[in-house]
T-cell receptor, first 110, second 113 residues
């Protein structure tokens, strides 16, 4: 069974700081990677996807992928209290399934 | 916008009851999934379906069955509910192939007493 590992946290950062969330995966053949945000009591929502090595930026969010190290990260710049949530890393497994990490809980303190 | 809806947000059932959870998506997605989410255990796949009348077991299928008679609808059935099936149940859908992102419904919080 392929694994997706995340530090469960909690990760606490002050408002305005950069939050760095990390994810490692075991399947070297993985080609696409996703970050989901889940607020307490709500369902996961997709916030970023990345398919090639390097960085992908979307507003305050940057996804970083290093396939050689089997490592994907999410940076949140100028963190806001509204960013407080659990962030799930997801990596496709096989031809149909998706493997989710357990999630990292982020708290942004005003 | 992709829309995935689930029949109930909250449900309370008694031990031994048969429970139906329904999920409908409006984006013509081929794949549909049922997960349960418990604190500390993350998302665990129960079943998924890649076509009408097709289904495959996920990581924890015991005690559950599914039905997909129409492309847009995927039902999860608890044949005889037990207290250890108290959980948040999440439905998701995606285009064919695992490389596509999954879109989630709002979830059903099921309590079995």
């Amino acid at each position: 069974q392929k694994e997706v590992e995340q530090n469960s946290g909690p990760l606490s950062v002050p408002e305005g700081a950069i939050a760095s969330l990390n994810c490692t995966y075991s399947d070297r053949g993985s080609q696409s990677f996703f970050w989901y945000r889940q607020y307490s009591g709500k369902s996961p929502e997709l916030i970023m996807s990345i398919y090639s090595n390097g960085d992908k930026e979307d507003g305050r969010f940057t996804a970083q992928l290093n396939k050689a190290s089997q490592y994907v990260s999410l940076l949140i710049r100028d963190s806001q209290p509204s960013d407080s949530a659990t962030y799930l890393c997801a990596v496709p497994e096989g031809v149909r399934d998706m493997r989710f990490g357990a999630g990292t809980r982020l708290t942004v303190k005003p | 916008d992709v829309k995935v809806t689930q029949s109930s947000r909250y449900l309370v059932k008694r031990t031994g009851e048969k429970v139906f959870l329904e999920c409908v998506q409006d984006m013509d997605h081929e794949n549909m999934f049922w997960y349960r989410q418990d604190p500390g255990l993350g998302l665990r796949l129960i079943y998924f379906s890649y076509d009408v009348k097709m289904k495959e077991k996920g990581d924890i299928p015991e005690g559950y069955s599914v039905s997909r008679e129409k492309k847009e609808r995927f039902s999860l059935i608890l044949e005889s509910a037990s207290t250890n099936q108290t959980s948040m149940y999440l439905c998701a859908s995606s285009l064919m192939g695992s490389s596509y992102e999954q879109y989630f419904g709002p979830g059903t919080r099921l309590t079995v007493t």
